[in-house]
């Protein structure tokens, strides 16, 4: 089973249960097992003017291939109303893969590790809150990559849940 670090971000229509919703899914997935959630934080936007996101982190157990947990997080996304229609725009809710095992893939749909994870306090904030001694393929560790972020903005909510 491979162990898999998501991000999940909301800004739009209760930023707060969208992630509940997205949770919830998660667990009831017969292929997912929901290891671990991160607690919450509000952040700034990157991009167009909008509303603070809420973050969170979590921890999944499964055997999907990343293309085949990709489809399952885009099609949780999609029951939430996930709208695509502008770059770094608001959204009801965003997941996307951080890490998967070892893995590093790099194809048109799908890059692993995330592409601008470790530049983004509002990812590595709630990482660490999994693991903060987590590395990547790389051989850099979350705490790591976060001393050279700055957290200015980023506002600690309450636990995750389970």
């Not at 489809?71 to 695509?84: K, W």
Request: glycine share 4%.
């Amino acid at each position: 089973m491979a162990e898999v670090y998501i991000a999940l971000g909301s800004n739009l229509d209760q930023p707060h249960k969208q992630l509940d919703s997205a949770l919830e899914s998660l667990a009831l997935h017969a292929d997912i097992d929901l290891i671990a959630v991160s607690s919450r934080y509000q952040t700034p936007p990157i991009g167009p003017q909008q509303p603070d996101f809420i973050n969170s982190a979590a921890k999944l157990g499964t055997d999907l291939s990343p293309e085949a947990l990709l489809d399952a997080l885009q099609a949780i996304e999609h029951q939430q109303n996930r709208q695509r229609s502008v770059h770094w725009g608001p959204r009801t809710l965003d997941l996307d893969i951080l890490l998967y095992d070892d893995l590093v893939l790099d194809t048109p749909r799908l890059t692993i590790p995330h592409a601008l994870m470790t530049e983004r306090a509002f990812v590595l904030v709630p990482l660490a809150d999994l693991n903060s001694h987590l590395a990547l393929p790389s051989g850099e560790t979350v705490i790591e990559l976060l001393a050279n972020c700055s957290q200015q903005g980023i506002v600690k909510l309450e636990s995750g849940h389970l």
